[in-house]
């Protein structure tokens, strides 16, 4: 095992006066030993993963977790990608559960991840055991995997890309937006001719299922090719139509990533990109100054799974904002 925890680790902490509890302590660890799991099956199968996003920044800055994030990324090239989700559920203990749009019918989002378990632990025996296994962390944890797509150098080629992207991204993300507008079936329609396939009609469910396959097999049309870009698409299709933002921000150097260097992070060491400070600028700019802020989600991240937890065991839900975090 890579990440290794003394009893130190778990205490409550101050960082850049930013108050980490013990049980996110437990959760950065869930997160850490579930990492541990994905790149022992990338080491066995000679896959490079890498560091990304809030995880490389907390790497590269402060040797572990940015004190104010609470999970895990990290970025796989689309070739390797491919192949990792089809390893992954074959070597991964049972415990763990892979979530991606080719293994539950609910994931929607265009990367993959893995989870330490698939139920938050409510006192039955099984529950329990895992949780024990996992430093005392009754939460769903775990890692998110993004692929990095390559971007096609011939100038004519990239449009002609970036548009049959653009076009499948904008239907399948706005879907429910595009069929109260009444225009679903033209948009499908001019799909369906882009692509020379058909799309499922009269079920929605099918259909929007069938949409994030497309998104995916389009995403990866150049994934054999040696290019000078790449890019973890979903970032460009979320700076063109909700950030309002020119998409060649996402576009980074493959070179940045043709190998791979250890770093400390937290107990243990992790895998970045060796163009990390390539990455991290294309990604945050001037990365070494801190701007403290929380994700795009409730902090902490398993503040829901407390109230589920809580509802399920028929507890109050007083006190929530102070519940131990």
């Known amino acids: 095992m890579n990440f290794n925890f003394e009893e130190d680790f778990f205490r409550e902490e101050i960082r850049e006066d930013f108050r980490i509890s013990p049980m996110m302590k437990k959760y950065w660890a869930t997160c850490m030993k579930t990492l541990d799991a994905v790149a022992e099956v990338c080491k066995k199968y000679n896959i490079k993963y890498f560091a990304d996003y809030g995880t490389l920044l907390g790497a590269v800055r402060h040797n572990g977790f940015i004190p104010w994030d609470d999970d895990m990324d990290i970025s796989v090239m689309r070739k390797d ?16 559960v892979v979530h991606s749009i080719y293994t539950k019918d609910s994931h929607v989002q265009a990367f993959t991840t893995i989870l330490n378990r698939a139920t938050i632990d409510v006192g039955n025996e099984k529950d329990m055991e895992i949780s024990q296994e996992f430093f005392g962390c ?95 698409m979903a970032d460009i299709g979320k700076l063109k139509f909700e950030d309002d933002k020119d998409y060649h921000e996402a576009f980074k150097e493959t070179s940045w990533f ?20 390539g990455v991290l600028k294309s990604e945050y700019g001037d990365y070494m100054t801190p701007r403290k802020y929380l994700a795009d989600h409730a902090y902490p991240i398993y503040k829901s799974q407390e109230i589920k937890r809580r509802k399920y065991l028929g507890l109050s839900l007083d006190n929530m904002d102070s519940f131990d975090q």
């Open 258 to 277: 043709e190998t791979s260097t250890s770093h400390k992070f937290e107990s243990g060491q992790i895998e970045l990109p060796c163009g990390f400070d």
């Open 81 to 96: 990608y491919n192949r990792l989700l089809d390893i992954l559920n074959k070597e991964l203990a049972d415990n763990y």
């Open 138 to 232: 009754p939460y769903i944890g775990g890692v998110d995997i993004f692929p990095l797509d390559n971007i096609p150098d011939d100038e004519e080629l990239r449009d002609t890309f970036i548009e049959l992207y653009d076009s499948v991204y904008f239907i399948s993300h706005f879907y429910d937006k595009i069929e109260a507008n009444g225009l679903i079936d033209e948009n499908l329609d001019a799909i369906e001719e882009m692509l020379n396939c058909k799309i499922s009609r009269g079920d929605k469910a099918k259909t929007k299922k069938e949409l994030r396959f497309l998104v995916d097999k389009v995403s990866g049309l150049f994934a054999e090719d040696q290019t000078r870009y790449c890019a973890v």
